[in-house]
């Protein structure tokens, strides 16, 4: 790929993504091998004028040894200096970079047990932190192919073609033409448009099917949102936490979901697959669900926490979004999700709350904001998609076939 072009990828991740704000600090969290592009943003981000700039770098094998070496008890430790460094970031409140780029089944094999109860023994720890950074800061996640990533969504392609084929698929659904910035900010506007008619018809639930089976009522928060596109910050700050993004998304009512969601992709979660899989929701909570592969991981998930088998998010993305157009099945959420419908396992989005800065995180869980240690997206959407909506003016179909309809 052309370094101007990656170079002006660059440039969009941190003036549109993050947004670096004059005098703060950035952390770029980036896989090792991927040195050429962070160094890229890391630039940027000072030109853009960063105080600092913090590289967190990681790799997966790295990770997996961590795992397949280490006991859970070690795994769990959080020392002083890592605690020092998380109350440090909490007052510093600096940008979040976030280049993905990992092998889709790099973590294969990994026992998924041990990673929860790992997750489990830190999440007091990080719970805390989690909150303090919460719509306090700009993050955002950008994907830049990894060989081995690019060799599963182009296993036909020897490993440099894959990685070029993924690299113009990545850079296409980025928008990143001749105008980056331009293309966003009319997409933004897009978007945001979308979400003012849908917010004016004040939607208490919204029922979706599709010919796969998906036939889904869930119940939406009184003061809940649609949102799309950019987010502000607390301090009212603009940024795009995903690029690419096409959806149109809610955080529904806690324990309000009733019928069976069908995936129409496999989930690619950290490094393990799970496949043609449903789950059958009862007052809110997953009862039940199956899957040809992975079963025993979806399980694990689900019972990750009190929270995990309840619902965090429903996303509307139409058939006509350009990554479902590509037909591509990337494995990997940033971009899958923006392919289709979709819906989340586990905590919910504050801030998608009407003015939720003024209430506390008990009052905004009461209102329904499921709370989690996962969130963990999953597609349903298809060309066969319907999605109507009750209010109080009754029914508004939505979507038809796969497409908005309003
Ligand atoms: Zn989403």
Avoid at 13 to 42: D, L, S, T
Avoid at 156 to 183: C, F, H, M, T, Y
């Amino acid at each position: 790929m052309k370094e101007s072009v990656l170079r002006s990828y660059a440039r969009l991740a941190v003036r549109k993504g993050i947004n670096v704000q004059k005098g703060q600090g950035v952390q770029i969290f980036a896989p090792a091998e991927q040195y050429e592009f962070a160094r890229m943003c890391a630039k940027e981000a000072y030109l853009a004028g960063a105080a600092w700039v913090m590289m967190e770098w990681s790799d997966q094998e790295i990770s997996k040894y961590g795992y397949q070496y280490q006991t859970a008890e070690q795994l769990s430790v959080m020392e002083d200096w890592r605690k020092a460094k998380y109350d440090y970031l909490a007052r510093e409140l600096p940008c979040r970079l976030h280049i993905s780029a990992e092998d889709p089944d790099g973590m294969r094999g990994t026992d998924q047990a041990k990673i929860s109860q790992v997750r489990r023994a830190l999440y007091p720890f990080l719970e805390p932190y989690q909150k303090a950074i919460d719509n306090r800061h700009q993050w955002c996640i950008v994907g830049v192919p990894g060989v081995k990533w690019a060799k599963k969504v182009f296993p036909q392609l020897n490993k440099q073609a894959a990685v070029n084929a993924l690299w113009e698929a990545i850079l296409a659904s980025a928008r990143v033409g001749e105008d980056p910035e331009k293309a966003w900010n009319e997409h933004n506007a897009a978007l945001a448009g979308r979400c003012e008619r849908l917010n004016a018809l004040q939607l208490e639930s919204i029922h979706i099917t599709s010919e796969l089976g998906t036939d889904l009522t869930v119940g939406l928060m009184e003061k809940g949102t649609w949102m799309g596109g950019g987010e502000y910050t607390e301090q009212g700050v603009f940024y795009n936490p995903n690029i690419p993004t096409e959806e149109i998304f809610t955080t529904p009512k806690a324990g309000a979901a009733e019928g069976i969601a069908v995936a129409s992709k496999p989930l690619s979660y950290q490094g393990q697959m799970i496949e043609n899989f449903s789950m059958t929701f009862k007052d809110g909570r997953v009862v039940s669900h199956t899957a040809e592969v992975g079963d025993g991981i979806l399980g694990e998930l689900l019972a990750s926490d009190e929270g995990a088998a309840r619902l965090g998010e429903a996303a509307i993305v139409p058939v006509s979004s350009p990554i479902y157009r590509s037909g591509l099945l990337f494995y990997n959420t940033l971009y899958d999700e923006n392919a289709a419908c979709h819906l989340a396992i586990g905590r919910g989005f504050d801030n998608t709350v009407r003015d939720y800065s003024r209430y506390t995180y008990e009052q905004l869980t009461d209102m329904g904001v499921n709370r989690s240690m996962i969130h963990i997206d999953f597609m349903i959407g298809t060309a066969g998609t319907h999605i109507s909506g009750m209010g109080r003016d009754g029914e508004t179909v939505l979507f038809e076939n796969g497409e908005w309809v309003i």
